[in-house]
């Protein structure tokens, strides 16, 4: 039987979000959209001009514990079905731990890994009834470490150990749970970087350039598909290579200077 999709993409104002939303909606998916940034939602609703697809954009905070079950609802009323979650909400903010305040390491927590996790709450048991669901969330090569990133890292590690979690539970009832984890990806976010910081993190790419958008959007639309249904558990790492090369806090080398 061949099934639309039908769901919900968190942090759908941002670069990778509005990607995937947008990429979703052109192959006829039917989506709600949120994102605390009310205005972005607005402005990627209006860039599908298919015939086919439909985003509806409803502002949300993922620090909002009744985010999800407002959103679940919501899915129900507009489209009658929910099969798809798509968590891509994210906040960034760099500290060495000595340096960290309390609260900044609870906020990355809360958005990065708390929030997602209970609207996959809200979200599982619907799916579990219709026997059917995909689920995709948005994790980071920061799950490896990244110097300077504890907080961040941590956030998404657990986001990484909870979809391993999931898809266990899940798998029996014809859901699968993945992850993807995104390298250097052309962003608003990505090009506030120091120029020279720039440069040494693509130097360090095996394919020799940053990722884009719909790098990430193509790979999510494979992942929440219906012949996609093999792959449970896993985490993807959508880097150019970066996670089997040197890491930032490396010194880049030349090729020549590479060894066997």
Same mark, same amino acid.
């Given at each position: 039987?061949? @099934?639309?999709?039908?769901?919900?993409?968190?942090?759908?104002?941002?670069?990778?979000?509005?990607?995937?939303?947008?990429?979703?909606?052109? *192959? $006829?998916?039917?989506?709600?959209?949120?994102? #605390?940034?009310?205005?972005?939602?607005?402005?990627?609703?209006?860039?599908?001009? &298919?015939? *086919?697809?439909?985003?509806?954009?409803?502002?949300?905070?993922?620090? /909002?514990?009744? !985010? $999800?079950?407002?959103?679940?609802?919501?899915? %129900?009323?507009?489209? $009658?079905? !929910?099969?798809?979650?798509?968590?891509?909400?994210?906040?960034?903010?760099?500290?060495?731990?000595?340096?960290?305040?309390?609260?900044?390491?609870?906020?990355?927590?809360?958005?990065?890994?708390?929030?997602? %996790?209970? #609207? !996959?709450?809200?979200?599982?048991? *619907?799916?579990?009834?219709?026997?059917? &669901?995909?689920?995709?969330?948005?994790?980071?090569?920061?799950?490896?470490?990244?110097?300077?990133?504890?907080?961040?890292?941590?956030?998404?590690?657990?986001?990484?150990?909870?979809?391993?979690? %999931?898809? #266990?539970?899940?798998?029996?009832?014809? =859901?699968?749970?993945?992850?993807?984890?995104?390298?250097?990806? /052309?962003?608003?976010?990505?090009?506030?970087?120091?120029?020279?910081?720039?440069?040494?993190? =693509?130097?360090?790419?095996? +394919?020799? @350039?940053?990722?884009? +958008?719909?790098?990430?959007?193509?790979?999510?639309?494979?992942? +929440?598909?219906?012949?996609? &249904?093999?792959?449970?558990? *896993?985490?993807?790492?959508?880097?150019? $290579?970066?996670?089997?090369?040197?890491? =930032?806090?490396?010194?880049?080398?030349?090729?020549?200077?590479?060894?066997?």
């Amino acid at each position: 039987m061949s @099934r639309g999709i039908v769901g919900i993409v968190t942090g759908a104002a941002g670069g990778i979000g509005s990607a995937i939303a947008l990429r979703l909606a052109s *192959q $006829g998916a039917r989506l709600l959209i949120t994102d #605390l940034d009310e205005r972005g939602l607005e402005r990627v609703a209006a860039e599908h001009h &298919g015939t *086919q697809g439909r985003l509806v954009p409803v502002a949300g905070d993922m620090q /909002d514990a009744r !985010l $999800g079950a407002r959103l679940v609802d919501r899915a %129900l009323n507009e489209f $009658g079905a !929910l099969n798809v979650l798509v968590n891509c909400s994210g906040w960034l903010k760099d500290h060495r731990v000595a340096d960290m305040p309390l609260d900044t390491f609870q906020r990355l927590l809360d958005i990065n890994f708390a929030g997602p %996790l209970r #609207l !996959l709450d809200a979200v599982l048991p *619907q799916m579990k009834r219709d026997g059917y &669901g995909r689920v995709v969330s948005l994790a980071s090569r920061a799950w490896l470490g990244n110097f300077g990133s504890s907080g961040y890292s941590a956030a998404k590690g657990a986001v990484v150990g909870a979809t391993r979690s %999931l898809a #266990l539970a899940y798998a029996p009832h014809g =859901i699968t749970v993945n992850c993807i984890a995104p390298g250097f990806i /052309d962003t608003p976010m990505s090009r506030s970087m120091p120029p020279h910081i720039v440069e040494r993190v =693509i130097d360090s790419i095996p +394919v020799g @350039r940053a990722g884009t +958008v719909d790098d990430v959007g193509a790979f999510v639309a494979f992942l +929440v598909g219906q012949d996609s &249904g093999y792959i449970t558990g *896993q985490t993807f790492l959508s880097c150019g $290579g970066r996670s089997i090369s040197e890491p =930032i806090a490396g010194s880049p080398r030349t090729p020549k200077e590479q060894t066997a």
